[in-house]
């Protein structure tokens, strides 16, 4: 066990100390604001204040984690070794960065509180953040300064036998905002969707769309099958959220109350993972996402663990307060739509720290790292298949978890999306 010595064990130490320690590195964490305590603890311990109290193992703490609320903060970002730090300690720490300090500002998703440019939809723009800015998106630098954490701890000491290392993990979303290009959309938009295909002269597009109304071909976005056994052949389990909100100028899916819709989702219910994708709308009304969670519940039969916001759009904290009213406690919203990398500077699940009332709350974060939507900026397959070695090889590094979000239509014949199912593959065959 580590004990940390600190001049007050706040919320924010606490959180953040158990994540990097406990939840990283396996290492258990006790604090202590009592002098002799500390020097009566025979084992691996450290201080984290202004000055060290002799030659312990010392971190010079920054004053965020001692703060409450938000405040315009100076961030300088400089090179450390292969990746970047912030919040400089000086010659005394035994790090030349407070890395507690800077994975809370990152995990809390500090940033996003303050002012900033959103896009059309309202998101949290990639290119706000600041490492966007200073080039460490692509690097999961909370993971990386945790092993620097642990490495300097083993150079202390020697003789402490530490936890192994975690395994490299993968966890794939299957994004449904429509599970069917054509079947069961209804009458009136069959008809305006042949109809908008016939003026834009798109004859074969009118062909298959009323082949699959007649029952005589597969609707193109119907690749359950295909991802069920996908599922059979790993132990990864993928997580499925289904879009079942009202029909919308933001939500075009199938409504819930269609027999064959309800079906599909028990089906892939009993092999993987069901989560909820809300509807556009009840990212701001509570009311809207209750009856989505309901609805979704008497379809699954269980109690509804997941959810993922449309458009992977978030207002915090109220996104998160409004799951947690509800008790969802898994969220898989926190990514970024147009490029690849670490939003929340992590590969590791993290819980959800609310700045407003300054506690942790029991919300699980499981930040996305690639949608398939930004690998099609990359035009050669043979590039793509680069890109996302890349990014798994980042999470691979520190031994984390790989969190891809692919489409139910990424798995159709449509010429777009050529390749995707041996990048998918990649993925399933990262963790051999």
Same mark, same amino acid.
């Given at each position: /066990?580590?004990? *940390?010595?600190?001049?007050?064990?706040?919320?924010?130490? #606490?959180?953040?100390?158990?994540?990097?320690?406990?939840?990283?590195?396996?290492?258990? *964490?006790?604090?202590?604001?009592? $002098?002799?305590?500390?020097?009566?603890?025979? &084992?691996?311990?450290?201080?984290?204040?202004?000055?060290?109290?002799?030659?312990?193992f010392f971190i010079k703490s920054h004053d965020l984690?001692?703060?409450?609320?938000?405040?315009?903060?100076?961030?300088?970002?400089?090179?450390?070794?292969?990746?970047?730090?912030?919040?400089?300690?000086?010659? #005394?720490?035994?790090?030349?960065?407070?890395?507690?300090?800077?994975?809370?500002?990152?995990?809390?998703?500090?940033?996003?509180? /303050?002012?900033?440019? %959103?896009?059309? =939809?309202?998101?949290?723009?990639?290119?706000?953040?600041?490492?966007?800015?200073?080039?460490?998106?692509?690097?999961?630098?909370?993971?990386?300064?945790?092993?620097?954490? %642990?490495?300097?701890?083993? @150079?202390?000491?020697?003789?402490?036998?530490?936890?192994?290392?975690?395994?490299?993990?993968? #966890?794939?979303? $299957?994004?449904?905002?429509?599970? !069917?290009? !054509?079947?069961?959309?209804?009458?009136?938009?069959?008809?305006?969707?042949?109809?908008?295909?016939?003026?834009?002269?798109?004859?074969?597009?009118?062909?298959?769309?009323? /082949?699959?109304?007649?029952?005589?071909?597969?609707?193109?976005?119907?690749?359950?099958?295909?991802?069920?056994?996908?599922?059979?052949?790993?132990?990864?389990?993928?997580?499925?959220?289904?879009?079942?909100?009202?029909?919308?100028?933001?939500?075009?899916?199938?409504?819930?109350?269609?027999? #064959?819709?309800? &079906?599909?989702?028990?089906?892939?219910?009993? =092999?993987?993972?069901?989560?909820?994708?809300? &509807?556009?709308?009840?990212?701001?009304?509570?009311?809207?996402?209750?009856?989505? @969670?309901?609805?979704?519940?008497?379809?699954?039969?269980?109690?509804?663990?997941?959810?993922?916001?449309?458009?992977?759009?978030?207002?915090?904290?109220?996104?998160?307060?409004?799951? $947690?009213?509800?008790?969802? =406690?898994?969220?898989?919203?926190?990514?970024?739509?147009?490029?690849?990398?670490?939003?929340?500077?992590?590969?590791?699940?993290?819980?959800?720290?609310?700045?407003?009332?300054?506690?942790?709350?029991?919300?699980?974060? !499981? &930040?996305?790292?690639? /949608?398939?939507?930004?690998?099609?900026?990359?035009?050669?397959?043979?590039?793509? @298949?680069?890109v996302l070695n890349n990014i798994i090889n980042s999470? %691979?590094?520190?031994?984390?978890?790989?969190?891809?979000?692919?489409?139910? =239509?990424?798995?159709?014949?449509?010429?777009?999306?050529?390749?995707? %199912?041996?990048?998918?593959?990649?993925?399933?065959n990262s963790i051999k």
């Amino acid at each position: /066990m580590l004990l *940390v010595y600190t001049h007050k064990i706040s919320p924010r130490v #606490k959180y953040i100390f158990k994540h990097i320690c406990t939840r990283i590195l396996g290492l258990e *964490v006790s604090f202590t604001t009592k $002098i002799e305590t500390f020097i009566a603890h025979d &084992s691996l311990k450290m201080s984290y204040a202004k000055q060290p109290l002799g030659n312990e193992f010392f971190i010079k703490s920054h004053d965020l984690l001692f703060e409450q609320g938000l405040s315009d903060i100076d961030i300088n970002v400089q090179k450390w070794d292969d990746t970047k730090g912030f919040f400089f300690s000086g010659d #005394k720490s035994n790090l030349p960065f407070d890395v507690f300090a800077s994975a809370f500002y990152l995990l809390s998703r500090y940033e996003e509180y /303050m002012p900033h440019v %959103k896009d059309a =939809y309202g998101r949290f723009l990639a290119t706000e953040s600041m490492a966007y800015k200073h080039d460490f998106l692509h690097q999961p630098v909370v993971d990386i300064w945790a092993y620097k954490f %642990k490495a300097a701890l083993k @150079k202390y000491y020697p003789d402490f036998s530490f936890p192994e290392d975690r395994v490299y993990k993968i #966890k794939p979303i $299957i994004d449904c905002p429509s599970v !069917y290009q !054509y079947k069961l959309k209804g009458v009136f938009r069959t008809l305006g969707g042949a109809i908008k295909d016939l003026f834009s002269l798109e004859f074969k597009e009118v062909y298959i769309r009323f /082949m699959v109304v007649l029952g005589l071909k597969k609707d193109p976005h119907n690749t359950f099958n295909y991802l069920i056994n996908k599922q059979k052949q790993t132990d990864s389990q993928f997580v499925f959220f289904f879009l079942i909100g009202a029909f919308s100028t933001y939500d075009k899916g199938i409504s819930i109350n269609k027999k #064959k819709f309800i &079906s599909l989702i028990k089906q892939v219910a009993d =092999y993987c993972k069901v989560g909820l994708k809300t &509807s556009y709308f009840s990212i701001d009304d509570i009311n809207i996402l209750k009856k989505e @969670k309901l609805k979704m519940e008497s379809v699954i039969n269980r109690n509804l663990l997941a959810s993922r916001q449309s458009y992977s759009k978030l207002n915090l904290p109220e996104s998160y307060r409004n799951l $947690i009213d509800l008790e969802i =406690y898994e969220d898989y919203t926190m990514g970024y739509v147009n490029h690849i990398g670490f939003r929340a500077g992590s590969c590791t699940p993290f819980l959800f720290y609310d700045l407003d009332y300054e506690i942790q709350t029991p919300l699980k974060i !499981y &930040s996305f790292h690639l /949608m398939d939507y930004t690998l099609l900026k990359t035009k050669s397959l043979l590039d793509k @298949k680069a890109v996302l070695n890349n990014i798994i090889n980042s999470v %691979k590094q520190v031994n984390g978890q790989f969190v891809p979000v692919f489409h139910n =239509y990424t798995f159709s014949n449509t010429k777009k999306w050529t390749g995707f %199912k041996a990048l998918f593959n990649i993925v399933l065959n990262s963790i051999k």
